[in-house]
């Protein structure tokens, strides 16, 4: 698909993810129940009507491309190889914010060709606001009937860096990460909402230590980079997708000016500076 091809694909994927969102602001509205997956993380009702609407939305729009969703059964790396094309669903991105009320949950679709997120798009139900990317296209952010802006990472990264990580992860990787960083400003934040954040500019570096799924991140990916700024592991190299038999991702950053070297804060002397609020 060309450029222009992928880009007729945002307004039919804007309103099967608005369709979604709406599935799950019911649910959230009305009352759920919280069951727990064979790997101990949280689902709800949620999870599932959102996967629904978003695979079979996906599937009328385009019937050969396979979708791999959080919620779909797991399929094996011999027949995933084959896939050139595929979509990479998270139908309730943050599911432990959506338990906690906070709001600050997303849906979440990417478009992955040979490994690497062409299209991504990130929907937040409660603000009706959608963040989206094709490859040498451009990302843009849009409020439910209203118009597109074109949005871009902040270039070159200023101090105090401004840093947004998820509330429920601050561990000693991240917290050593983040005294060899040095003066910063912190904001915790939950779901895909902090890599939206580096792509329009409001923050400068979202690290992530501790596991995630490719669905996570995938969408974002895309939308970070055509801001201006990347999603990369820890070595400086862009995330890769249905390349690899598990799909759970490195540690990774996502940042907004690819000109700074990430990963020289990684613990390998002793700190200078400690954060400052």
């Not at 959230?28 to 609407?53: M, N, W």
């Not at 990264?157 to 917290?175: F, K, T």
């Not at 329009?200 to 570096?205: A, I, Q, R, S």
Request: charged share 20%; with cysteine.
């Amino acid at each position: 698909m060309t450029t222009d091809e992928l880009a007729t694909l945002i307004e039919p994927l804007q309103a099967i993810a608005r369709m979604a969102g709406e599935s799950i602001l019911d649910i959230y509205q009305a009352g759920f129940t919280v069951r727990q997956k064979s790997d101990l993380s949280p689902i709800t009702e949620a999870d599932i009507a959102a996967h629904h609407c978003i695979e079979n939305g996906l599937y009328e729009l385009l019937p050969d491309i396979p979708v791999l969703s959080e919620e779909s059964p797991r399929i094996p790396l011999a027949q995933r190889q084959l896939w050139d094309w595929l979509w990479l669903v998270d139908p309730l991105d943050g599911t432990r914010e959506f338990i906690a009320r906070s709001g600050q949950f997303s849906v979440n679709i990417a478009l992955i060709h040979q490994q690497r997120p062409v299209l991504g798009l990130i929907y937040i139900p409660v603000e009706q606001l959608y963040y989206f990317a094709v490859r040498h296209y451009g990302t843009f952010k849009q409020a439910w009937q209203g118009a597109a802006q074109a949005i871009h990472t902040r270039i070159p990264a200023e101090d105090p860096i401004r840093v947004a990580s998820g509330s429920r992860y601050m561990g000693r990787p991240l917290s050593t990460y983040l005294d060899y960083l040095g003066r910063h400003r912190y904001l915790s934040l939950g779901s895909s909402l902090k890599s939206c954040l580096v792509a329009e500019g409001e923050v400068d570096l979202y690290p992530r230590f501790g596991p995630t799924s490719e669905w996570d991140t995938a969408a974002a990916q895309i939308i970070v980079e055509e801001a201006g700024g990347g999603l990369t592991d820890m070595f400086m190299q862009p995330l890769r997708y249905n390349a690899r038999p598990t799909l759970t991702n490195p540690d990774f950053y996502a940042f907004g000016d690819p000109a700074r070297d990430w990963s020289q804060y990684l613990p390998r002397r002793k700190p200078v500076f400690r954060m400052d609020g």
